[in-house]
């Protein structure tokens, strides 16, 4: 079963507008880490935010938060005032419940945000 | 400077030929993972390894192999075997307890 579900596969978002990218995800543990991942055309991963399920505060980095509601077991990444330089893959992923340790991600499908001037 | 570096950034193989792709970091951590990426799509792991000399599958480990004989160094090889090798490879690595994975610039294989 799929276990990272990304809905949108591409995105348009006017420059200097926020916008929200949707991810779901199903685990039945109850402790687990939601990432977010940019990834350019050049192809390298850049880790952009993390959320542990214990979290209380939606964690924020710079433009970046993540809008986090355990109850729909939804982590979506909202990105505000967006740059030109925005445009890329990105990608959710959690920490595999089922292990311990060093646990490798689970990635969803990806979503492609098209910022235009 | 501290990182991850995988090399080749391109690779190409010949049919039945053995390829091996390399995955070097100097930040001292203790896990290494390899994931595979087909155009349109998420990573999906290869292999892991949590400490030398120990790795495990993961969930398309099939026509791969990897050694972990130095914690700073996991190379993954691409058999003869692994019938659709074409996509792009992405080294990672975390240090114990850490939660976050950093990830090196990738290597392309291509086959000829």
């Known amino acids: 079963a799929q276990k990272i579900t990304q809905t949108q596969p591409g995105m348009f978002v006017q420059e200097k507008e926020a916008v929200t990218l949707d991810c779901t995800y199903d685990t039945s543990d109850p402790s687990y880490g939601l990432f977010w991942y940019k990834q350019p055309s050049s192809g390298e991963m850049i880790f952009l935010i993390y959320?542990?399920?214990?979290?209380?505060q939606n964690a924020t980095e710079g433009r970046y938060s993540l809008n986090f509601q355990k109850a729909r077991k939804s982590a979506n990444l909202v990105i505000s005032a967006s740059q030109l330089g925005d445009s890329a893959m990105y990608f959710c992923?959690?920490?595999?419940?089922?292990?311990?340790?060093?646990?490798?991600?689970?990635f969803g499908k990806g979503t492609r945000l098209s910022v235009i001037a | 400077d501290g990182g991850i570096t995988q090399s080749p950034k391109y690779l190409f193989r010949k049919e039945g030929q053995n390829v091996t792709l390399s995955c070097e970091q100097n930040?001292?951590?203790?896990?290494m993972y390899w994931y595979r990426q087909d155009p349109g799509q998420g990573l999906r792991l290869i292999y892991y390894?949590?400490?030398?000399?120990?790795?495990q599958k993961g969930d398309i480990a099939e026509g791969y192999s990897v050694s972990r004989e130095k914690k700073e160094s996991f190379p993954l090889t691409v058999t003869s075997a692994q019938k659709n090798p074409t996509a792009f490879y992405l080294c990672?690595?975390?240090?114990?307890?850490?939660?976050?994975?950093?990830f090196g610039p990738g290597t392309r294989l291509l086959v000829l």
């Open positions: 990672a690595s975390k240090t114990y307890g850490g939660e976050t994975q950093y």
């Open positions: 992923a959690m920490r595999d419940p089922w292990n311990s340790g060093n646990t490798p991600l689970v």
């Open positions: 959320q542990g399920s214990y979290d209380q």
């Open positions: 390894s949590q400490i030398v000399n120990d790795f």
């Open positions: 930040l001292n951590h203790d896990a």
